[in-house]
């Protein structure tokens, strides 16, 4: 497992180096998108309406930081991930369409994205979820926020960083998806689980929600 | 006699300590997870939990930027003499703490979908109420509770003849099928009930017992004790990266189920338990959980 240290904006060669388990770490430019700001990007981009940010090559974190007007500067006090598994339906078609390389979150992303990581030279990344003082330390500065009508935790977030991280690779550009390794292990553990509060092999099968 | 107004500014500072400081137990469950690992990833996973934990502390931020929905559990005696006002100084002093530490906003219209830009709306913060017969004295025990891991919660009713294994089940799965997704190591709440209302808010108070704690009852000790073991053998590990531990501990509450009912509430926290409690008696305001508090004042 290697450790890598990119700067934005990062090109589908560095990104292509990046193997599940490796470690990286950003310094440049992070730009945060949520729920309301992917379907709003993608409204956007529908239209043929330019973002205020242009994406290529650069590194999108699901992120909905604390906050902290300073005259008229912004300062983020905490900024660790939010669950990526919710914006599964919007990211493939962003991949495609903005040119983003490196994507940030917690929690691992579906095979829509894997296939567009695969597809169009990406990795999926997670930084440790909750750890929001951690990632707040190396950002060093908002350069600007856009959006902000959608709410703090919402807004499209421009942020300077240096050396973010650790960022685990989980999906990597040739569609390998870490999340998938471990879950074949975990559902090969599951029995090990029953077995422990006792239920035996043919009340396993029992689905509580089939009742009636 | 302690006033409205310092029963107010407490409440706040117990509510900014409790987004920013971590507390002793689920620290120690983290050490030991951290000490006991050998999975390459989850070790680097929960090194960098324990780092953030320790910077939160040093530059007195949230330690995690999802400061959560504001829950309040009160014990109050029958004879408390802000009782009456507590709602109006509970809601005020998050929008102090909400303000002044500063927390996330993170109320939002059930409807409209307009966040309320400082941790009130309908029905938040949610308080929960117990009264304590010829008292004087009150408990408060905020609870900042994570979104993301509100993810894997349900209650279920299960026919009783599945009995306490087919409950147990429930949870298990619910761990199983969430995976990464609410920040685990986790802390396991189950309730166990009549109702799935019953159940659920059960499961809910579970969380608030701390890391270790059992419940007085040796059978039902027990049954935690199993659990805590069976989603630990799941493998998913800190953040769902394989490893010993996914979960930092298990507990369950309990009511007496209906003969033809036996419902289930799971309730799942993220590694970052955030749970104070402070007494308030007579004369002054103690805290219990984060007691540095005690010498500041």
Redesign the interface.
Known sequence: MAEYHFTTPISEEQVKLLKIGDILFISGTVLSLRDAGHRRALEYLNKGKPLPVNFSGMALYHVGPVVKREGDRWRVLSAGPTTSARLEMYEAEFIEKTGVRVIIGKGGMGSKTTEACRRFGVVYTIFTGGAGALAAKSIEEVERVEWLDLGIPEALWVMRVREFGPLTVVIDSNGENFYDNVKKEVEKNLKKAYSIIGLSQNEEGIQAEKWS | MVSREVLKDKIATMVSATAIYLADDVKEALKKAYEREDN??AK??LK??L???K??EE?K???????GTLIYYIKAGENFPLLGELPAVIREATIEATAST?????A?DVITGK?SGNNTGENIPWIEWEIIPKSEEAEITVMLK?G?SE?PSLA????PS?GV??A???A?DAI?EA???P?PPVIVGVGLGPTGDIAMKLARRALLRRIGERHPRPDVAELED??L???N?????P????GYTTALDAHIEIAHRHPASLA?GVAVN???LRVSTLRVTKHEVKFLTHRFLNAEA
């Open positions: 390459v990833v680097r996973v960098s939990i780092d953030n934990v910077i939160a530059e931020r949230p330690l995690c930027q999802d400061t500063p927390l996330r906003p993170n939002v966040n994570g993301g993810g279920r009713t299960i026919p599945l294994k087919g147990l089940k429930v298990i199983f995976g990464a997704k920040c199993k659990l073991r069976a989603v053998a799941l493998g998913w590990g953040q769902g990266v394989g289930v993220c590694w970052a």
